[in-house]
């Protein structure tokens, strides 16, 4: 029987979080031959390899393994290529889904017949015990009230911008809008495909009641701090694509180069960057922070500390992005 639904997920160096959300996937209410999940294993040097071969699960669990790291619009190709379902719904490889994930995906899809649907997630709650875990929560709450527009009914909105993390479409759908761009291998591959997709008239909603859980028992600062580093690159490739969108966002403005045109304020804080955005300075600020933190300091310090950290390896992302 053909699959009626598509899982993709991309991964990398992520066994740890893996096997879980195959596990959970097991559980849908979804009669199990109606689905099948599509894992791309994107040039991991961890255990991954034998985690997958070693599930024993109810659905029909297609494996890829690419021989380097390409990033992950690669690896999601590779797996929307592959995908024999009229719906694909694209996940994370470190989330928890409900048993209702899928039907729920699939009655949001056919309710908006030219929609995307992008479901939600919320952290785990003892990774909210630590400063930084706290920290994050608050980020990504921010992240997805700045994401939706108006509410269309209850715990469904409108969004300007999906992320691919958990977002159902029909697979037709990428024949209008291309797949994702490879160049972007870490972040942005989201924002680049909404743009053509909503060229082609396609909406964004967003359903608050398709919430996942966030598998990441790590919240580390070290990890963060380098993803968005690397990210920041593909920050620069997104608004080079798209200039006339992107070219006066904020990022742009505090991380590119000096100009005549920034204010004094400005000018001050990309020399402090200059400074201090260096990986001796950088790994010496974040002893600091991991210091304060067993000092008991208080969220609020704790916050600007981090965000302050952050923005540093941002600034050097986005510097090597326009040396590329």
Known sequence: MTPLVSVVISTYNRADALGPTLAALATQDLQPERYEVLVVDDGSTDETASILS????????????????????????????????????????????????????LRMLERFENGWVVGGFSQLADLTATPFGRYLADLERGFEQARTAGQIDANLWEMHTPTARNLSLRRGDLERTGLFDEQFRVTCEDQDLAERARAQGIRFIY??????????????????????????????????????????????????????????????????????????????????????????????????????????????????????
């Open 54 to 105: 070693a599930q024993e699960l109810p659905y029909d669990l297609r494996t890829f393994r690419l021989d380097a790291n390409r990033g992950v619009s690669a690896g999601r190709n590779v797996g929307l290529r592959a995908a024999r379902g009229e719906y694909v719904i694209l996940l994370s490889d470190d989330l928890l889904v409900g048993p209702n994930f899928i039907t729920t995906h």
């Open 207 to 324: 359903a608050g009641e398709i919430e996942c859980v966030h598998n990441d028992q790590a919240a580390d600062l070290h990890r963060y701090c380098s993803f968005q580093e690397r990210g920041a690159i593909d920050g620069v490739r997104l608004c080079r694509k798209y200039p006339e969108l992107h070219g006066g966002a904020a990022l742009v403005a505090v991380n590119g180069p000096i100009s005549r045109s920034d204010r004094p304020s400005i000018v001050i804080k990309k020399l402090v960057k200059l400074v201090l955005a260096r990986p001796v300075t950088l790994a010496v600020l974040e002893r600091i922070v991991y210091l304060a933190e067993s000092a008991g300091v208080g969220d609020r310090l704790l916050f600007r500390a981090y965000r302050g950290l952050i923005g540093f390896h941002i600034f050097r992302g986005w510097r090597a992005g326009l040396r590329g």
